[in-house]
């Protein structure tokens, strides 16, 4: 059974602070994916990766930046968390060749103070 | 850049009634896939369609991806209880990553 988990469900933090999302996928997939959900607004791509020490930046990069080591493990940084970056982040992951499935994670609501 | 819009934002719908949602994109897609939130959930995979004027089914759910691979509908027949929650389109372009429409959020009354 395919599996992406975050490190956290919830987590609340200050702004300025720097913060850290982990994603890891146990389904050996290329291409891993941060997204932002909020409402109205469906699914905005933040930062993809097709490989390892691979990053491209998505449709709203901007106050992020990505790390990815290990083929398992994607994680999203924030350098210094503003309250309109207050949302669920979503990642997920995907077989090379782009047009698989996605699976995603279980999500991180953020929430700046 | 791509764009996908999706209408409704919103629907409510009685349990049994017919439910559609509606997904143009602003440019011709290589396939278009469909995924469903439920409440507290994360989206998951329904399906994908890849040719042109192509119809799939499951269960009381009908897809279909428009002619001129630029739009896409799903369609639930008399719905359930269990068919609440956001659903999603996803169009795959000349870029390699997905673009998500903005979802419908479909409430069914009992």
């Known amino acids: 059974d395919v599996k992406v988990t975050q490190s956290s469900r919830y987590l609340v933090k200050r702004t300025g602070e720097k913060v850290f999302l982990e994603c890891v996928q146990d389904?050996?997939?290329?291409?891993m994916f941060w997204y932002r959900q909020d409402p109205g607004l469906g699914l905005r791509l933040i930062y993809f990766?097709?490989?390892?020490?691979?990053?491209e930046k998505g449709d709203i990069p901007e106050g992020y930046s990505v790390s990815r080591e290990k083929k398992e493990r994607f994680s999203l940084i924030l350098e210094s968390a503003s309250t309109n970056q207050t949302s669920m982040y979503l990642c997920?992951?995907?077989?090379?060749?782009?047009?698989?499935?996605?699976?995603f994670g279980p999500g991180t609501r953020l929430t700046v103070l | 850049g791509q764009q996908v819009m999706q209408i409704p934002q919103y629907q409510h719908v009685q349990e049994g009634e017919d439910f559609t949602t509606y997904c143009n994109s602003s440019?011709?897609?290589?396939?278009i896939q469909w995924y469903k939130q439920r409440p507290g959930g994360h989206p998951v995979f329904l399906i994908q369609?890849?040719?042109?004027?192509e119809v799939k089914k499951q269960k009381r759910l009908t897809f279909q991806f428009g002619e001129a691979k630029k739009n896409s509908s799903l369609h639930i027949t008399a719905t359930q209880t269990t068919d609440v929650g956001t659903y999603f389109c996803?169009?795959?372009?000349?870029?390699?990553?997905?673009?998500f429409g903005s979802g419908t959020q479909l409430t069914v009354l009992p």
């Open positions: 996803a169009g795959s372009g000349s870029a390699r990553q997905l673009t």
């Open positions: 990766s097709y490989d390892v020490k691979m990053k």
């Open positions: 389904m050996d997939h290329e291409n």
């Open positions: 440019t011709t897609l290589s396939n």
């Open positions: 369609l890849v040719k042109s004027g």
């Open positions: 997920a992951s995907r077989r090379a060749g782009g047009t698989d499935t996605q699976y």
